[in-house]
């Protein structure tokens, strides 16, 4: 397990992150995802904490609210130390019917992160994150609100999910100019067979050292090799019942045979390669996997150990590469004699 700097911070967090997901179940959406309960969640954690991961993701909404209380129950039942766990949750989504019971307003976000603190049993958050890009509230009223936060002792470091890259960058302009804390991560989808995020988020957070969270790297189970053409998968696979999140299958699907190529004479499965190619990636801080099962996460956790070569990665960026839209087939032929060093691999 390597561990990356979050951003510019001086914080270190496994290259894998423990979502979860997969803990509680309550609800129809939240069932048709997860519902380990308690003692299947100790043993999760418990799972990957053995195998070095030390930064583990949650949100209000999960389950209503029950995963929170699950992973702080797991922290607690298996005496792990505060200080050798970076707890990472989430604010914004509705967890009420009221006007004030989401969103990114200062009201909101007072309210959440102590619900969270106790559902967690925690005193603090390491990185706090506004969920969803809130379209009403102002992003500086959001900022100062974190800001307090972070003064108060209640959250150590701030982050965004899902935020365009404008408002990422308006956001760190206003920390600046007021001496907010800055935004040291965004959590986002990124795949092999959904690499929207280069075309305008990548290049941001690379400039501005702001880290990457990687949510659903299997794109919710269809990069698990699995799913094919004219196949819906297992019956159980979580795809089969809940969609999401939206995929060009035509490219995934190259997609997974040209991981399939690599990863049948390696003899690892599909998963494995395609968490190897984000992992290799120079911007990517951390991976989040969910899990189900101990087999699941077991899998996982092993595409820490396989380094793709960069004959491979280069393969998997031309059958994976996305089509060309504006401005960046002008950037291309306007820089062309510009161009940054070729990519290396990690490690």
């Not at 707890?87 to 989401?102: E, H, L, M, S, Y």
């Not at 935020?163 to 600046?176: T, V």
């Not at 899990?291 to 793709?308: C, E, F, G, K, M």
Request: aromatic share 6%; hydrophobic share 40%.
């Amino acid at each position: 397990m390597r561990y990356n700097q979050l951003g510019r911070t001086g914080l270190f967090v496994s290259e894998l992150c423990l979502g979860t997901m997969t803990f509680g179940g309550e609800g129809e959406m939240w069932r048709q995802i997860g519902t380990l309960q308690q003692e299947e969640v100790d043993g999760i954690v418990r799972a990957a904490l053995d195998a070095g991961i030390n930064f583990i993701d949650t949100a209000d909404v999960y389950s209503a609210g029950r995963s929170e209380e699950l992973l702080g129950g797991a922290l607690r039942n298996l005496g792990v130390r505060r200080e050798s766990v970076v707890v990472a949750t989430k604010c914004c989504g509705a967890v009420g019917d009221g006007p004030n019971d989401r969103g990114a307003s200062r009201a909101h976000i007072m309210d959440a992160i102590e619900a969270s603190l106790r559902r967690l049993g925690l005193d603090h958050i390491d990185l706090y994150q506004i969920h969803a890009n809130d379209a009403v509230t102002p992003v500086e009223e959001t900022l100062r609100a974190l800001d307090d936060l972070v003064r108060q002792g209640k959250v150590r470091y701030v982050g965004v999910s899902n935020w365009p890259a404008w408002r990422i960058m308006k956001g760190l302009g206003i920390a600046e100019r007021r001496g907010f804390a800055r935004i040291d991560s965004l959590q986002a989808y990124y795949t092999i067979a959904g690499r929207d995020l280069e075309r305008e988020i990548a290049p941001l957070l690379v400039e501005e050292g702001v880290g990457l969270m990687v949510w659903s790297p299997l794109a919710g189970g269809l990069l698990s090799g699995k799913f094919g053409p004219g196949s819906n998968g297992p019956e159980d696979a979580r795809r089969a019942a809940f969609d999401f999140p939206p995929v060009d299958r035509d490219r995934a699907w190259k997609c997974v045979a040209a991981m399939r190529g690599i990863a049948e004479p390696r003899g690892v499965s599909v998963a494995r390669v395609a968490l190897a190619w984000l992992l290799a990636k120079q911007f990517v801080s951390s991976v989040i996997i969910g899990a189900r099962t101990r087999a699941q996460l077991d899998d996982n956790i092993a595409a820490t150990s396989l380094r793709l070569s960069a004959e491979e990665m280069q393969a998997l960026d031309r059958v994976s590469a996305l089509p060309a839209e504006y401005p960046g087939w002008m950037l291309e032929r306007q820089g062309g004699l510009r161009r940054p060093a070729p990519f290396t691999p990690k490690g």
